[in-house]
C-alpha cells in the first residue's frame, strides 16, 4: 500500500474528498490536504509520502529543494495542471523523482475561452451590456467597432491551445500567425497560419494577440514596454496562459494610451489579489483563472493525475514528464 498524497490550495479549494482518485488506486492510502502556505507543506509526513499530486498553485507554494530533500521515498510527483514553474525540476531529477504534468485536460476549454474573450472585445459585449442597462436602448453605444474578417490573430506559444485557437478563429475569416521557436518546421503547413521568425514580427503583424506559452525564465515578462510600444493603436490582447508573462504596469499603460483597446484576461500577475486598477477598468475583461474548466475538463484532470499515479505505481513511466 502506497502512501499518496493530493495538495490543493485552501484558496480554490478543487474539491471536498479524493473519491474520483480513490476509484482509481483502491488499497492505498490517499489523503487530501488544502494548504495556503509553503510552511504548510513542510508540515506534511513528506518522508513517508510515494506520489505527490499537485494542484496547488499559488505562488507562495514552491516545491523547493528542501522539500525535495525530504521526500525519501517519493517516486513522482504529478502537477495536476500545465504549468509545472513552482517545481525545481533540475533537484527533483537529482533526487530521481519524476515531475509529470497534465498538459490537455482543458485544451478544448481554454481555446473556447480564448474566442469567448476575443468576441466579447471585438464586439464591446460587455460594454454593451453595461450601457444598455445604464443608458438605454441605443445600438449607436458600440461605435465604433470593427469586422474581425480579414485581421490579423497572433498567437504567442504553438503548442496544443495554441493551434487549437487557430482553428477555431479561420471559419470567422481571420488570418493567423503565430510565435514558438520550440515547435519544429512544417506545423505552419498542418495548421495553415502563418509562421513568424521572431516576436516582434508577431507583435507587428497583428490586430489581436492571444497568449498560449508557458512561463519559465525566458517568458517572464515576455511582453513589457518595448513590446506594447510595437503593436498596433487598438490591438486587442487576450492572456489566458499565465499572468507573469505579461508586465502589468506595462499593459496598464498601454491601455491608457490606447494602443490596447482592450484586454481580455483570465490571469493576472499576483492572483488571487486583484489590482483595483484592472478591476476597475471598463477596457478589461477578468475571468478570474476560469478558462480551464469544465464539468468536463475537472473531471479529466482527476482521472488522469491518478492514472498516472497508478502507472507510477505500477513501475511503468506514463507519458508528459517534465524532466
Known sequence: MANIYIVDSIYEHHFQSPEVESL????????????STS????????????VLLLWACVPSITINQSILNRLEQCRAIIK?????????????????????????YGTEEVADHALALLLS??????????ATKMNGWSWAEIKPTYRLRGRTLGIIGF???????ARRVQPFGMKACFYDPYVPSGIEKTFGVVRCENLNDLIEESDCISIHCALNDSSHHLLGREQFARMKHGTLVINTARGGIVDSSALLQALNSGIVAMAGLDVLEGEPALDARF?????????????????????EMRETSATMAKAVLSGTKPRNIVN
Open 24 to 35: 482509481i488506486l483502491p488499497g492505498h492510502d490517499i489523503a487530501l490536504k488544502h494548504i
Open 39 to 50: 510552511a504548510d507543506l513542510e508540515q506534511l509526513p513528506l518522508e513517508s509520502i510515494d
Open 80 to 104: 495536476v495542471a500545465v504549468g509545472f514553474e513552482n517545481i525545481d525540476l533540475q533537484q527533483a531529477r537529482r533526487r530521481n523523482i519524476d515531475v509529470f504534468n497534465v498538459p490537455d
Open 121 to 130: 472585445m471585438a464586439r464591446k459585449i460587455n460594454y454593451m451590456d453595461r
Open 159 to 165: 503548442g496544443r491551445i495554441g493551434g487549437a485557437v
Open 279 to 299: 478591476r476597475d477598468s471598463g477596457r478589461v475583461i477578468l475571468t478570474a483563472h476560469s478558462a480551464f474548466y469544465s464539468e468536463e475538463s475537472f473531471r
